[in-house]
């Protein structure tokens, strides 16, 4: 497939600790849920951070960039946390040379409501057809980089400009 995929954390990855009430960015649940999809082509895991994404800082958005330039693949995936996806993305808007797909979850991974396998797969189809450029998969839908943004009220991505016919 000649896929990377680059975990940085955020709610796809956060676990629930009853005793502490809370939630923590645990382990990448990436790989469970390739092989929970029987997806039959191995792709290498490149694991960067275990940050909500708010957490991230422009230096972590340097480091993904240079990840993504570093890896030997034409297509990279990156799970993320929602609430800064977008930033992230424009930060690899001069990343000319490969297909970059970012995704991430509303719900934990490890929750029976998540919608991480779903954006997951859409993910992995997308960043094999799409394109050279940066995109958000989210929501059901594909997002170029400059035309999306996290509609926080909805707790969902959209487009910021009406799509052509195409999109």
């Given at each position: 497939?000649?896929i990377?995929?680059?975990?940085?954390g955020?709610?796809i990855?956060?676990?629930?600790?009853?005793?502490?009430?809370?939630?923590e960015?645990?382990?990448p649940?990436?790989?469970?849920?390739?092989?929970d999809?029987?997806?039959?082509?191995t792709?290498?895991?490149?694991?960067?951070?275990?940050k909500?994404?708010?957490?991230?800082?422009?230096?972590d958005?340097?480091?993904?960039?240079?990840?993504?330039?570093?890896c030997?693949?034409?297509?990279?995936?990156?799970?993320?946390?929602t609430?800064?996806?977008?930033?992230?993305?424009?930060?690899?808007?001069?990343?000319?040379?490969?297909?970059?797909?970012?995704?991430?979850?509303?719900?934990?991974?490890?929750?029976?409501?998540s919608d991480?396998?779903?954006?997951?797969?859409?993910?992995?189809?997308?960043v094999?057809?799409?394109?050279?450029?940066?995109?958000?998969?989210?929501?059901?839908?594909?997002?170029?980089?400059?035309?999306?943004?996290?509609?926080?009220?909805?707790?969902?991505?959209?487009?910021?400009?009406?799509?052509?016919?195409?999109?």
């Amino acid at each position: 497939m000649n896929i990377t995929l680059i975990t940085t954390g955020g709610t796809i990855d956060k676990v629930y600790f009853d005793s502490k009430g809370g939630y923590e960015v645990g382990p990448p649940v990436a790989e469970r849920i390739l092989i929970d999809g029987r997806v039959v082509d191995t792709m290498p895991i490149v694991e960067l951070f275990r940050k909500d994404s708010l957490e991230l800082t422009e230096d972590d958005r340097v480091a993904i960039r240079e990840a993504v330039v570093a890896c030997g693949t034409p297509r990279v995936i990156i799970t993320h946390g929602t609430d800064t996806m977008v930033e992230t993305a424009r930060a690899l808007d001069r990343v000319f040379d490969k297909r970059v797909v970012l995704t991430g979850a509303i719900q934990p991974g490890g929750f029976s409501d998540s919608d991480a396998s779903f954006n997951l797969g859409m993910a992995v189809a997308a960043v094999q057809v799409l394109p050279v450029g940066i995109y958000i998969v989210a929501s059901g839908r594909v997002f170029p980089a400059r035309n999306v943004h996290k509609n926080m009220e909805l707790n969902r991505f959209e487009f910021l400009d009406p799509p052509g016919p195409q999109q």
